[in-house]
């Protein structure tokens, strides 16, 4: 009756919820870009403000400084909450991030992106939407829904908010470590609403992540930028070496070209082969989350595995070169490649990283240029696998099916968040990934959305894991 309570009451205040949304999607919130620090920090503030109306407690921890864009600044404060601290009760630890990635209207976007913007089919676009403002703000509705009914939480909370995952989470780890063994001592369980549902209308529960490492190609030769009729034909160009170089990382078909990137690769059994049979996953639905049919490979499991149990090679820009219309024939004087590698069980960072810095120095040096090479990790996070059968995600699932009344996907995802594996090891508690988005929202894309009716069923998920979670023995 307490749960159902609930439901009806989440429906009835859905309106408000969103205008909640609405309100927090307006704060762009970057974090890899110095203009919009004040808005992090002024993101970070809202939801101290907005706990503490709830009747939570908070800790505002400072982790550090960093170098952006040259200049030496404070990173966006990580927001710790606790809301309830009955002894008798378990602990849940929920994370969550305020940060989100740039958004231009000229990029794409059909709508404003720091406006809220929902269509007759019930899609809500904005930056954040569902990546990750939508699932931090369901938690803070499931507390005031359960306070409008003058209903106990079933569990006691502590929060961790942070404001730097899309650049890196720089200076959370420190701070979990930290605060083990103080502000989360006590902590039962980890959920995480970070990540997205395999398809459109069913959900699932995560129990797998790949890892990232990041890499940036430095080379430069002239002292300044040329003039391609001037010098053209006659000196060693950096764009040129760069191209060579990056076009040697990775074919078009997605392998990567890193001799002994798949040594450390975890192969692949009969039983983990038999969990890729029956998942809800539409080749159709993936290209059309695409954008086009661009897919590699052409049947359901070689896709996924691709997606989850196999690493990838990405290229994703060059730093220094002309990009703006036009025609303008310069020579870049420097140029930065960046890529990134998505790794899995069982390899590990340090020799990825190792393996990568050989091939590149192998292959630049082939091309014989009195140009200057330098190539750097800027940051790497591990790979994360759980088992479906803990307590943990039973208590998931089982919230689940009260709200959709369907059994949820197990599944791995290929993205990362890397912090997953830091709370698993820091506490040793289980992390759930209880996702609220869908395959199609978006995120980090332009028209990143989220679902009206993912937002709402969301928020009464979250509330019935808390529901189900205080009932089942850990």
Not at 57 to 79: A, H, N, W, Y
Not at 177 to 203: M, R
Not at 220 to 233: K, N, R, T
């Amino acid at each position: 009756m307490t749960v159902d309570k609930f439901f009806e009451h989440v429906d009835k205040q859905q309106d408000d919820y969103v205008q909640r949304l609405r309100e927090i999607v307006a704060i762009p919130s970057v974090s890899c870009d110095l203009a919009y620090r004040k808005d992090v920090v002024r993101m970070g503030e809202w939801l101290i403000n907005e706990l503490e109306k709830l009747g939570a407690t908070t800790k505002r921890v400072e982790p550090g400084t960093q170098v952006l864009e040259g200049q030496t600044i404070d990173l966006p404060p990580v927001v710790l909450g606790t809301y309830g601290t009955d002894p008798n009760k378990k602990t849940l630890l929920v994370y969550g991030h305020y940060d989100v990635q740039p958004a231009l209207k000229e990029d794409g976007w059909r709508t404003d992106p720091w406006q809220l913007t929902e269509d007759q089919q019930g899609r809500m676009f904005g930056r954040g939407s569902t990546d990750d403002k939508g699932p931090v703000l369901g938690w803070l509705c499931v507390i005031q829904a359960h306070k409008d009914l003058g209903l106990e939480l079933p569990v006691n909370l502590k929060f961790c908010f942070e404001g730097m995952e899309e650049s890196g989470s720089e200076g959370l780890d420190d701070v979990i470590h930290q605060e083990a063994n103080a502000y989360f001592q006590g902590v039962d369980a980890v959920c995480i609403s970070d990540n997205y549902w395999l398809g459109k209308t069913k959900p699932c529960l995560t129990y797998g992540l790949r890892g990232v490492s990041y890499y940036r190609i430095t080379i430069a030769g002239p002292g300044q930028d040329l003039h391609s009729g001037v010098f053209g034909g006659t000196v060693h160009e950096p764009m040129t070496d760069l191209v060579n170089v990056m076009a040697r990382l990775v074919t078009p078909e997605g392998k990567i070209l890193v001799p002994g990137i798949m040594d450390e690769v975890a192969p692949l059994t009969d039983e983990e082969r038999a969990t890729y049979q029956g998942l809800e996953f539409s080749m159709k639905e993936f290209c059309a989350a695409a954008g086009s049919e661009c897919n590699v490979h052409e049947d359901v499991e070689a896709t996924l595995m691709h997606r989850w149990r196999y690493p990838s090679l990405s290229l994703h820009g060059i730093e220094g070169a002309f990009h703006a219309p036009g025609a303008k024939t310069v020579i870049p004087a420097k140029v930065i490649g960046k890529f990134s590698i998505r790794t899995v069980p069982n390899q590990t960072p340090a020799r990825v990283t190792e393996l990568v810095k050989e091939h590149v120095k192998a292959e630049f040096a082939k091309l014989n240029s009195r140009n200057t090479l330098d190539v750097d990790c800027l940051h790497d996070g591990k790979w994360w696998i759980s088992s479906p059968n803990h307590p943990n995600f039973v208590a998931g699932a089982r919230a689940v099916e009260r709200v959709f009344g369907a059994k949820p996907d197990l599944t791995r995802e290929g993205g990362s968040i890397p912090v997953t594996l830091t709370f698993q090891d820091a506490l040793q508690k289980n992390v759930l990934l209880l996702p609220m988005g869908a395959c199609d929202d978006g995120a980090h894309s332009i028209n990143e959305k989220l679902d009206r009716r993912n937002f709402v069923e969301g928020i009464k998920l979250l509330g019935a894991y808390l529901h189900e979670l205080s009932a089942i023995e850990l």
